[in-house]
């Protein structure tokens, strides 16, 4: 069975630094998705990796994907405080709209 | 664009009861999965339907079960209702081609049982 990692799981920063999530997936799989999700709210999409090398940046967020290491972060470059959510990456087998999440890194950035 | 669309968006049930929810995926999306968001086991998947049939089945008892109309709304059922089931169901819309790019949520269903 599939496993997806994330540490850690919660993470308190203060704004303006920079910091890193790692999600570590246990199978081979070249597609992988970041998403936030706000309290009570539903999840929204950040990013989607396809490749192994993809790396795609919006804002203060950069993703990452290895596939050969099965491993993707997530960058937090100077922090700001509407930061704070709980982020997810989640794995596609491929097999269909089947996604494998993570635990989730819930982050409080302080001011 | 219309997102996607559940409904009802707070339910609440009583042990042994029925519920069924609904998912509209946006316009030309004929994949809808469904998942569960409980704090103990975080998000799990369901199941997956794409053009009216079941394409992928998670770990989940009998008691779960879903089907997709031709219009590819999705409604997902939970019979017998256990205090366990309380959750935010959320269900996933896409394209269903398998190219990976990525789907979207609604914005979820609270079940509540008691």
């Known amino acids: 069975e599939l496993k997806v990692e994330q540490n850690p799981l919660f993470l308190s920063m203060q704004e303006g630094k920079n910091y890193t999530i790692y999600c570590n997936y246990s199978t081979t799989s070249d597609r992988l998705y970041w998403y936030r999700q706000d309290p009570g709210k539903s999840l929204e999409s950040l990013f989607v990796?396809?490749?192994?090398?993809a790396v795609k940046q919006e804002g203060r967020l950069m993703a990452s994907l290895d596939t050969k290491a099965r491993l993707s972060t997530l960058h937090i470059t100077a922090a700001v405080h509407d930061l704070s959510a709980t982020y997810f990456c989640?794995?596609?087998?491929?097999?269909?709209?089947?996604?494998?999440f993570g635990t989730g890194t819930s982050l409080t950035v302080i001011p | 664009k219309a997102g996607v669309t559940q409904t009802p968006r707070y339910l609440i049930k009583t042990r042994g009861q029925q519920v069924t929810l609904s998912c509209s995926p946006i316009s030309g999306h004929r994949s809808v999965s469904w998942y569960q968001q409980t704090p103990g086991q975080g998000l799990q998947f369901l199941f997956e339907y794409f053009s009216e049939t079941q394409r992928n089945k998670g770990n989940f008892p009998g008691r779960f079960s879903g089907r997709q109309f031709s219009n590819s709304r999705s409604e997902m059922n939970v019979s017998t209702l256990e205090l366990g089931d309380s959750a935010l169901y959320l269900c996933?819309?896409?394209?269903?081609?398998?190219?990976?790019?990525?789907?979207?949520f609604g914005s979820g269903t609270r079940l509540t049982v008691v």
């Open positions: 990796l396809l490749s192994n090398g």
């Open positions: 989640a794995v596609d087998m491929g097999t269909g709209n089947q996604f494998y």
């Open positions: 996933a819309s896409g394209t269903g081609d398998m190219r990976g790019y990525g789907y979207t």
